[in-house]
């Protein structure tokens, strides 16, 4: 059952990047979200000792946000892949890219050119995102490393995961509060700057 959602997975990707290449851009796009994907990826490294903290999250969240929802999609896959070039890729490389993406992607659709939300709801929505980034690697580690698959054992890992969720949770909404309006503001101007209009996402 793990290869058949994997393939699946697999798919979903496939399908994400079939869209975002039949999408008209310019090398100023391009270029964008190459870097803004790079960047989160590379934050994650400084942090890479601590218990599942790090901003990578909280910037493919905002990406997604001010780009659209295939831009921010495209942010979390690259952010997935550099900075697992650093920490090491394996089989989760797949799922973090998906989950990632998804934060970008859903994040563009339900935010993409409205008004930043304020402070307290838009960390309270990264905090949920950290738990919803977790979620999808816990079924990955379910999947391919729990047996049986019985609902206790379900809820077992996603119980023992509760503190390292949390982590992330808290900082994701910490990084959003401190940052969020800032690095929003900074990447409208960006976008701005180097297009004129507002990317289509």
Same mark, same amino acid.
């Given at each position: 059952?793990?290869?058949? *959602?994997?393939?699946? %997975?697999?798919?979903? +990707? =496939?399908? #994400?990047?079939?869209?975002?290449?039949?999408?008209?851009?310019?090398?100023?796009?391009i270029a964008l979200i190459?870097?803004?994907?790079?960047?989160?990826?590379?934050?994650?490294?400084?942090?890479?000792?601590?218990?599942?903290?790090?901003?990578?999250?909280?910037?493919?969240?905002?990406?997604?946000?001010?780009?659209?929802?295939?831009?921010?999609?495209?942010?979390?896959?690259?952010?997935?892949?550099?900075?697992?070039?650093?920490?090491?890729?394996?089989?989760?490389? *797949?799922?973090?890219? %998906?989950?990632?993406? +998804? =934060?970008? #992607?859903?994040?563009g659709l339900i935010f993409?050119?409205?008004?930043?939300?304020?402070?307290?709801?838009?960390?309270?929505?990264?905090?949920?995102?950290?738990?919803?980034?977790?979620?999808?690697?816990?079924?990955?580690?379910?999947?391919?490393?729990?047996?049986?698959?019985?609902?206790?054992?379900?809820?077992?890992?996603?119980?023992?995961?509760?503190?390292?969720?949390?982590?992330?949770?808290?900082?994701?909404?910490?990084?959003?509060?401190?940052?969020?309006?800032?690095?929003?503001?900074? %990447?409208?101007?960006?976008?701005?700057?180097?297009?004129?209009?507002?990317?289509?996402?």
């Amino acid at each position: 059952m793990a290869t058949l *959602i994997t393939i699946g %997975l697999v798919g979903i +990707l =496939a399908l #994400g990047l079939f869209l975002y290449e039949k999408k008209k851009m310019n090398t100023h796009e391009i270029a964008l979200i190459a870097s803004l994907g790079a960047f989160a990826g590379v934050s994650r490294i400084p942090f890479a000792a601590l218990p599942n903290i790090q901003p990578t999250t909280f910037l493919v969240i905002i990406s997604g946000m001010v780009l659209g929802p295939l831009n921010g999609f495209m942010v979390g896959i690259i952010a997935a892949l550099v900075s697992n070039s650093f920490l090491g890729h394996g089989p989760y490389t *797949i799922w973090q890219m %998906l989950a990632w993406g +998804l =934060a970008g #992607g859903i994040s563009g659709l339900i935010f993409y050119q409205k008004s930043l939300p304020a402070k307290p709801v838009l960390a309270a929505y990264c905090f949920l995102w950290g738990f919803l980034f977790d979620y999808i690697m816990n079924a990955w580690h379910f999947l391919n490393f729990v047996y049986p698959h019985t609902w206790q054992t379900f809820i077992a890992l996603y119980g023992a995961s509760l503190f390292h969720d949390m982590a992330h949770g808290i900082s994701n909404a910490a990084f959003a509060f401190v940052f969020g309006k800032d690095l929003h503001l900074i %990447l409208k101007r960006y976008e701005n700057r180097l297009n004129g209009v507002h990317y289509e996402g």
